[in-house]
């Protein structure tokens, strides 16, 4: 280590930055807390989705168009919100995704179903 900081103090080492961290995170689309909501909810409706219910009947193609269709809703809606209304909504998908996880497949049917 010593050597290294001789060497070449600009480099940072083996542990990537926060920095490198925070944007392989944007890249590879971590995103906000609504929109790892919208991930999650197409999981578990893909898991939940059987003879009684088809992605047609929730509004989408596919899981993906589903997940696809869900962040785009949100990035139209964050969009106009303040930043406290914001905060708020975070929150609230924060704590919807811990909801979701408690939510059984007949739960789930019932609320995406037309």
Known sequence: MVEQGIENPRVGGSIPSSAT???ALILF???D???VLCREVGGKLDACLGDSLSWPDVGARSRADFVDQCRL???RTNGD???SDLA???DICRTGSDELAALTCD???VLYAP
């Open 21 to 23: 961290i925070f944007l």
């Open 29 to 31: 689309g971590c995103g």
């Open 33 to 35: 807390r609504c929109e």
């Open 73 to 75: 809703d949100w990035g």
């Open 81 to 83: 919100l303040t930043s």
């Open 88 to 90: 708020e909504a975070l």
């Open 107 to 109: 739960e789930m049917r």
